[in-house]
């Protein structure tokens, strides 16, 4: 990995981001189209990302698997930008995760009842 971003410098196209951060070239799209990226382009058009992409796309990528919708991401992410490796959450971050933890838990919940008709449904057969 590091003679591949040794040859790429500091501007590297879509495929090269999408093999380091291991994150697809689809992904990488919607990830633009949604406001999460936002890459230079050359005069014939293709994509620039920098190397600091690379550790972005991570990020939000863990942060949608962990639940957070990419609009919560599109809103919190700034707070990450500003700290770079160093991170405290800002309020807008926290707010973001508490959100979504209310909604997980309201899905907890849900599930919980599904579970609880269908166990019995089973016991009344």
Known sequence: MTSLLESIGSDMKIGEL????QISVRMLRYYEEEGLLSPKRTVSGYRQFEIDDID??????????AGLTLKVIRRILPCWQNQRKKFSPCEEFKMG??????KLDEQIQLLQQSRNHLLTLLEEN
């Open 56 to 65: 972005r796309v991570k990020l939000i990528h863990k942060l949608n698997k």
């Open 97 to 102: 995760l508490n959100e979504t933890l209310l």
């Open 18 to 21: 999408s093999k380091l951060s």
